[in-house]
């Protein structure tokens, strides 16, 4: 037991590390998702096109691939962002677009007659999508969005290989130094497990809060 | 001072990184047989009666599908040979692969399975099926071709985390362009064109899954 914790620290300090990209790239993914999932929905094809631009090339390419690419091929355009900068932007612009997806679902979801009920009454279209449509979407993201998070929450563990000392790059840095491989690597998976329980008790919470009012 | 965009270096390193794309099509492909064979004895152990089977299959899924499939690259990676198991480090990663993803199909297998209605299984008692005739013959010829498009998105989403074996020694597209960026430090062409290439194909194989959907519907998956 006393073993277990002369690894504790060094790895709670990644974990801290961990938490915080997940929790920094979570709040600048949902105002993401939100502005991409509606401006995909569109009728201004100078709106909806960047936005399905933007979804489609996050969507279709690896979370690694765009993290790399954003730490090497950036700097050589001349922006020079530090790299836990570069693994909030892009883990957070990758969970947008897959935010954008459950955003447009849950909106398209919306019964047709509700909108044409708000019409019908002359509302302008920015109420209808304020006081209609968006009151009952939002419960509907709830669950995928909470999906997202865990995601988002597993994709942390690419910033390590970008030299972040997130909880994945300290099970490395410990493994070298004690070469207690098994226990180092199996208290790192419950560390993320326990994280994200924690996400999904968080958003059941959230759920129910939604479901009462 | 070359150009931000060098078409003939480009050119010149589309067939090495196609030769390294061979090596994450093959890691995919295998990564996905075993994902849906192992994600099938899942599902079935995770449905099974006994307590003592089904707790313990929800809580391996439960926990491959909450934690980062990057450390149990390197937990396999690494603890395997700890335990004598001697693996080549592609073999490794497409088995961590493959057990990743079983768990996100054995869910889908499991939704397909709840979606046969009950009067079946009832009908296939009244006819003293076995429970293995039951299910080989009655519930999963049912349960599986309306989820193969949602197993098909699995496979695009998985093809999509094959640089992830980059970080265990596996020279594949990802790592090949690292390569090419180190030798000639030029890193704009080959990590935008294996962007390009992975664009390209997800959306070839997304494209592919909508079409199947739509055959399969056509074909008889209404219920």
Same mark, same amino acid.
């Given at each position: ?206 759920? +129910? +809060?939604?479901?009462?009012? | ?184 430090? +030029? ?37």
């Amino acid at each position: 037991m006393e073993d277990y914790l002369s690894l504790m620290p060094a790895l709670l300090r990644g974990l801290w590390v961990t938490i915080g990209i997940t929790v920094g790239a979570a709040l600048l993914a949902v105002p993401l998702a939100l502005a991409a999932g509606l401006a995909r929905m569109s009728r201004q094809p100078w709106v909806s096109w960047p936005a399905a631009v933007y979804v489609e090339v996050f969507r279709g390419t690896s979370a690694l691939v765009q993290l790399f690419w954003f730490y090497f091929v950036l700097p050589l355009f001349g922006l020079q962002l530090p790299a836990i900068a570069v693994g909030v932007i892009v883990l957070a612009a990758n969970a947008g677009a897959y935010g954008a997806e459950v955003v447009r679902g849950a909106v398209n979801g919306v019964l047709k007659g509700q909108r044409e009920a708000a019409i019908a009454l002359n509302m302008t279209s920015r109420q209808i999508m304020q006081r209609i449509v968006l009151p009952q979407a939002i419960p509907a993201m709830l669950p995928p969005a909470g999906n997202i998070m865990i995601e988002l929450l597993k994709n942390t563990a690419l910033v390590s290989l970008i030299t972040i000392t997130d909880l994945t790059f300290r099970g490395q840095l410990l493994r070298s130094d004690t070469l207690r491989t098994t226990d180092i690597f199996i208290i790192v998976l419950l560390l993320y497990f326990a994280v994200a329980l924690l996400i999904t008790a968080g958003v059941r919470l959230l759920e +129910r +809060r939604f479901k009462t009012r | 001072m070359s150009p931000v965009f060098d078409w003939a270096f480009a050119l010149e390193i589309l067939p090495t990184l196609g030769e390294a794309l061979i090596i994450t099509v093959q890691a995919t492909l295998l990564g996905m047989l075993v994902a849906v064979t192992l994600g099938l004895v899942l599902a079935l152990l995770r449905r099974a009666r006994l307590k003592i089977i089904s707790a313990p299959a929800a809580l391996f899924i439960e926990f491959v599908r909450s934690t980062p499939l990057l450390v149990q690259m390197y937990f396999l990676f690494y603890v395997l040979p700890v335990t004598g198991v001697q693996m080549s480090p592609l073999t490794t990663g497409i088995l961590a692969l493959g057990v990743h993803y079983a768990a996100y199909c054995a869910e889908v297998y499991r939704a397909g399975i709840e979606a046969v209605p009950r009067g079946q299984v009832e009908a296939a008692t009244a006819l003293n099926m076995s429970g293995w005739r039951t299910a080989v013959g009655v519930v999963l010829p049912q349960a599986i071709p309306p989820v193969v498009p949602a197993l098909g998105n699995y496979l695009v989403a998985m093809f999509k985390d094959t640089p992830l074996l980059s970080a265990i020694t596996v020279v594949e597209l990802l790592q090949t362009s690292k390569m090419i960026g180190s030798a000639t430090f +030029r890193y704009t062409e080959p990590l935008t064109l294996v962007g390009i290439l992975f664009l390209l194909l997800s959306l070839i194989a997304a494209y592919g899954v909508r079409r199947l959907e739509i055959g399969l519907q056509r074909f008889g998956g209404k219920r």
